[in-house]
């Protein structure tokens, strides 16, 4: 067979055609507008999983007929509709049952507590901690320990909520340059936290096992105060 550049960009595409795909495009457009528009979404920032499902299904249906002889537009309206349809009426299910909703969309979960990162079965983390520790530096903050509780919502968004100026705990550092100075190795006493449960100890060995998740590496915890 013989290979042809031709065929890799533009197959049989005639100009007659490719005008329709204007054409075509600019109609489905239009109808994915008005269909998004109906969903009753005010915005795509936060989705949850269940809508991001429906934006891949409403962006496979729309998407096709623009570009495809021999598919019309009808049937991918009718697609696109019927999504609508099912989403409308899940919402309308998920805010009259509670169970259904957080099958549908989880839980929010508790990432922090008391300054700490939560554990699951007393030993594991439950969530990704660096993306985690990115988002804490997104919102300024230092250590772990200016966290009273933060918790990842549905949507992928974390909400935090601080302890106060004197309140504030020695805590896991986030900062990229502090926090991989991490070692099992402990160079002097001090407060040192665990890298891996955010746990506060006062150590004066060289070496320490955390007593919460029992992990041994460490790095030197810090206690500045939220700039607000
Ligand atoms: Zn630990």
């Not at 054409?23 to 008005?34: D, E």
């Not at 990432?111 to 988002?135: H, M, Y």
């Not at 550092?173 to 926090?179: A, G, N, Q, S």
């Amino acid at each position: 067979m013989k290979f042809d550049w031709n065929d890799v960009f533009l197959s049989d595409l005639t100009m007659a055609f490719a005008i329709e795909i204007v054409v075509r495009t600019f109609i489905m457009f239009l109808i994915v507008l008005i269909i998004l528009r109906m969903t009753g979404k005010k915005g795509v920032r936060q989705l949850s999983i269940f809508e991001v499902a429906i934006i891949i299904g409403f962006g496979s249906a729309a998407g096709d007929p623009m570009f495809t002889r021999e598919l019309g537009i009808v049937p991918s309206v009718i697609v696109m509709v019927t999504i609508l349809l099912f989403y409308r009426l899940v919402t309308w299910l998920a805010a009259k049952n509670e169970k259904f909703e957080s099958i549908l969309e989880g839980d929010p979960m508790y990432i922090i507590e008391d300054g700490v990162f939560v554990l699951a079965n007393d030993s594991d983390l439950t969530f990704a901690k660096d993306e985690f520790l990115a988002e804490l530096r997104q919102q300024n903050i230092e250590h772990v320990g200016q966290v009273r509780v933060a918790i990842l919502e549905t949507t992928g968004n974390v909400s935090l909520f601080y302890y106060s100026d004197e309140d504030t705990k020695p805590g896991l550092p986030t900062l990229p340059k502090v926090y991989n100075q991490k070692s099992e190795e402990i160079k002097g006493e001090g407060n040192y936290a665990c890298t891996y449960c955010a746990c506060i100890q006062h150590i004066t060995a060289t070496t320490h096992q955390c007593p919460r998740c029992e992990r041994k590496e460490w790095v030197k915890a810090i206690d500045t105060k939220r700039l607000a």
